[in-house]
């Protein structure tokens, strides 16, 4: 069980290293879809330039941004639910509540990552494009997907683990 | 097994995940893909991750966390207290006009944020202790910051409205125009039970009390206000105009407004270095990833629901009851009610709107209309308990306030609040107006 928790701390550790430079990969991203929109707006008005891949470009960037940061919110444990129960139960039973909603979430989400990086492969092997005219690779936005939903996997791991170890309760969220 | 069978399951499997405490979105998904292993084909669960790209990858969904940054951007720099210092001294002459200010620059920020909790925070952290030290109850001040925050989701650009127009598949300009209207109708409610609490309280003052005492300011302090305010009414109305002017999409209109505020705040407060910028953009993807999430899971959950005809037979169900149009509407407002105790409004309207929206077009209801008085009565459950987020903030903001005075402080505000959604639904046009005189009457 030591071992376990260890573990879990150490993986945590790592990850919280990983999350750090995903979110600044995040911010960049989010800027960079703010400014291509904008200059969407800019080069059909003014510059009357066709805008057949803005839309797309900051959707990658948009998309990117979600799935890489997961794992940052669940660290922080910023996916809101409903707490209506919390605090009712004693804390051996909170702790067993805590543990089974993280696994539950770790099953989940390990299975979304299983499919994502089939999707990703799929799109890669078959080269599906999108529809538009610009047609980009669609294996991009889908690996930025599976990367994410995997890191986000991983923090679960962590996160379960580390509640059904020896961690003390008041290392709790609150 | 009838898909009233699967339906009653499904329900009842959804409530037991959400309640036991899962995250929303991980609750959606997990109740998805169970009922997906159980109930349909398996190559539905191959396409999983695909249906979730698809419905999240829309450019008017990704929107969303651009309207974030917008409002992030302005919620975290000084813009909140000098918009509240500059109302607070072109209305110091009115009686009230203390609350009168703080619903204005409440109904002001909200529009340029877009945001409900930053609402709260920016002008509440200035406006709570003025009123408190000119004054007035407790209760009163953090009520009147907690409703006028409610405005950020019904004035546009709204994330709530977004949601329901991708839902309910109407136009989300004229969404955003039939918000204008009843906005409006909300600030001048809220304004003028401002100066009936004014009066009540002054009466009741006792000699010496700083509520006797009038402030005058000079016209060069009025005018010294300005210029610090100004530039983000500007960026207001340029991305109005830059919307229903047809110069940008929405998700342009999005980018252009996230842009426009950094560099405002860039330019007006010098908040340029990267350790400005960076709280901003991580309390941005904070946000807009949890929210993201559960749009992404509840359009899954949608997807499934519909697929066992779930949805379908519950609204077939409920035609089926023909109940009159005005009962329907009443019971279907009840039930947004309701699930408001638990949920925030992105989840209320993922989850209901393949379940109560047929219904209501059989009954011949105004979908955009609708959308209004459901945004309306959302917005009272961001200020009633248990979840009521607002009052939370406004707890966090003024702590030495007791939460028992925050929620007497609210209720007049729910109350006024109902009593427009009546207003509304007995004068439409104060939602459909707007958009109608703008944008033509709708093509049905």
Request: proline share 25%; aromatic share 0%.
């Given at each position: 069980m030591h071992a376990l928790h260890l573990f879990a701390l150490k993986l945590n550790r790592s990850l919280a290293k990983l999350h750090g430079m995903l979110l600044a990969l995040g911010m960049l991203s989010l800027l960079a879809a703010a400014v291509v929109l904008t200059y969407s707006v800019f080069a059909r008005y003014f510059f009357k330039l066709t805008t057949d891949w803005q839309d797309e470009a900051a959707v990658f960037c948009l998309v990117g941004t979600t799935f890489l940061c997961a794992g940052q919110v669940q660290m922080l444990r910023g996916h809101i639910g409903i707490e209506a129960i919390k605090g009712l139960l004693p804390v051996r039973l909170e702790q067993a509540r805590y543990f089974l909603i993280d696994l539950t979430a770790l099953v989940f989400c390990s299975f979304f990552a299983w499919k994502s990086w089939t999707l990703c492969h799929e799109a890669w092997a078959e080269n599906y494009t999108t529809s538009s005219s610009w047609g980009p690779p669609l294996w991009i936005p889908y690996a930025l997907m599976a990367m994410g939903v995997s890191v986000l996997a991983l923090q679960l791991l962590a996160q379960t683990l580390m509640f059904g170890g020896v961690v003390p309760s008041k290392d709790h969220p609150k | 097994m009838s898909a009233t069978t699967i339906g009653l399951i499904f329900g009842a499997a959804t409530l037991m995940a959400m309640f036991s405490g899962l995250p929303i979105a991980y609750a959606l998904g997990a109740v998805a893909l169970l009922f997906m292993y159980f109930f349909m084909p398996a190559s539905a669960l191959d396409t999983v991750t695909q249906n979730v790209y698809e419905e999240m990858a829309s450019v008017t969904l990704l929107s969303i966390p651009l309207f974030i940054l917008k409002g992030a951007a302005i919620g975290k720099s000084r813009a909140g207290q000098d918009l509240y210092a500059a109302m607070h001294v072109w209305m110091?002459?009115?009686?009230g006009g203390l609350g009168i200010a703080n619903v204005f620059a409440c109904a002001l920020f909200a529009a340029m944020a877009g945001s409900s909790p930053a609402t709260c925070s920016a002008i509440g952290s200035a406006g709570i202790p003025e009123m408190r030290k000119r004054g007035y109850s407790p209760g009163f001040a953090a009520g009147i910051i907690a409703a006028g925050g409610t405005l950020g989701i019904l004035l546009p650009p709204s994330i709530t409205m977004i949601l329901y127009a991708v839902a309910s598949e109407q136009s989300l300009g004229r969404l955003f125009l039939a918000g204008i209207g009843p906005g409006i109708l909300l600030v001048a409610m809220f304004a003028s039970y401002a100066v009936f609490r004014y009066r009540k309280e002054r009466s009741c003052a006792s000699a010496g009390s700083p509520l006797l005492s009038i402030e005058t300011f000079s016209v060069r302090e009025k005018f010294e206000m300005l210029p610090r305010v100004l530039p983000f009414v500007i960026l207001l109305i340029g991305v109005m105009v830059a919307l229903y002017g047809g110069y940008a999409t929405p998700s342009e209109t999005a980018g252009l407004g996230a842009v426009l505020a950094l560099t405002l705040i860039a330019v007006v407060y010098g908040m340029w270095r990267p350790r400005d910028v960076s709280p901003i953009l991580a309390s941005t993807i904070k946000e807009s990833t949890m929210l993201m999430f559960i749009i992404g899971m509840s359009l899954l959950f949608s997807y499934v629901m519909s697929y066992l005809h779930i949805s379908q037979a519950v609204a077939q169900g409920i035609v089926e009851l023909q109940l009159s149009r005005w009962f329907l509407l009443a019971a279907i407002l009840l039930l947004v009610v309701a699930l408001g105790f638990f949920l925030p409004p992105v989840s209320i309207i993922l989850m209901t709107a393949p379940i109560i929206l047929p219904p209501l077009k059989a009954a011949g209801f105004d979908l955009i209309w609708f959308g209004v008085l459901m945004t309306i009565v959302m917005e009272t459950g961001l200020i009633h308990p248990p979840v009521g987020l607002n009052i939370f903030v406004i707890k966090n903001i003024a702590p030495d306030i007791m939460l028992k005075d925050i929620i007497w402080g609210v209720l007049p505000f729910v109350i006024l609040m109902l009593l427009a959604v009546v207003l509304i639904a007995l004068m439409p046009s104060i939602a459909t107006g707007l958009p109608n005189l703008l944008m033509g009457l709708p093509t049905r």
């Open positions: - | 110091g002459r009115i009686p």
